[in-house]
Every structure is written in C-alpha cells, then in structure tokens.
C-alpha cells in the first residue's frame, strides 16, 4: 500500500482507539494486512528507475498521507497522539527502508522478508485503484459504523 493509506488507517485507529497500546497493536496489524490487498507503491519496480525518484515519488505520498490524515481526523484526536500511531502504522516500512539502501543484514533484510510475505503487488492503475477502494471500505466500517473501544 502506498504510506498515504498506511497513514489514513493510523489516523482512523487512533481516532477510534484511545488507548495507545492497544492502538499500535491495530496500526501494526493493520500495515501488514493492508499489504495483503493487491496494490501499487512507490516500491512497486523500484529497481526499474532512479533511487532519488522512488525517494521524491515517496516524499510526495508521505506529505500526502499526513496532509489527508490532519484534514480527515485532525479535529478528533490529538494531533501527537494521532501523529504517533501513524507512525506505528507505518512502522515496518520505516524498519525496511535501510534494506534499500544495501543494509542488507538483518533486521533490516528479515524485515524486508517479512514484508515480502506480504506484498501482493499490482501496477498502475489497478494497484491504485484496488486499494482506494479497499481503503475506503475501511474507513466506512471504522469511521462511520463503529464505536470508539474504550481505554482498556
């Protein structure tokens, strides 16, 4: 998934979840099973293009995905709470990225295993679309039909 969507699910968690335990365990939980859904990133063909592009192509989805977040969930949980468990939600790609940059010893090679696993990848535009939607879905279920899980 793009951090864009890793980002929005954070935001939705920790604007449902206020207990910050429970919440990074969903956000983490979160990242590797919106992995699953077939989908574009900008780690999709990286290795077909320049490392400064895939850099600046993930700058822009990170400044995105924050920016979409403050807007859709800014005004319903404090904003370094939130902060935080998007971070959580984005967690293993953080922890991955010194892989792509020749670290490859673990953790950083078992992480990028790990997310491997995981990874159903897709090219543009279906990878883009299959998660909007997928995304979407969540949010709706999240945002709209479910209660704040109170402090545990």
């Known amino acids: 998934m793009t951090e864009t969507a890793h980002l929005i699910m954070g935001a939705a968690i ?13 956000a983490l939980t979160s990242h590797l099973l919106l992995d699953i859904v077939p989908h574009w ?3 999709t063909n990286w290795r077909n293009r320049s490392m ?15 920016a979409m977040s403050v807007v859709l969930f800014g005004n319903q949980v404090s904003l370094p709470y939130m902060l935080f468990i998007m971070f ?11 892989y792509f940059f ?3 010893i673990p953790p950083f090679s078992s992480i990028y295993r790990l997310q491997h696993i995981f990874h159903k990848k897709k090219n543009l ?3 883009l679309i299959t998660q909007i939607a997928f995304v979407a879905v969540l949010l709706f279920s999240i945002y709209l039909l479910s209660p704040h899980i109170p402090l545990i």
């Open 14 to 26: 920790a604007s449902r979840v206020p207990n910050p335990y429970l919440a990074s365990i969903f």
């Open 41 to 43: 990133d900008t780690g």
């Open 52 to 66: 400064k592009k895939t850099i600046l192509y993930t700058a822009v989805d990170l400044g995105l995905g924050i």
């Open 88 to 98: 959580m939600s984005t967690l293993p790609d953080w922890l991955e990225g010194p």
């Open 102 to 104: 020749g670290f490859k």
């Open 125 to 127: 535009p279906w990878g």
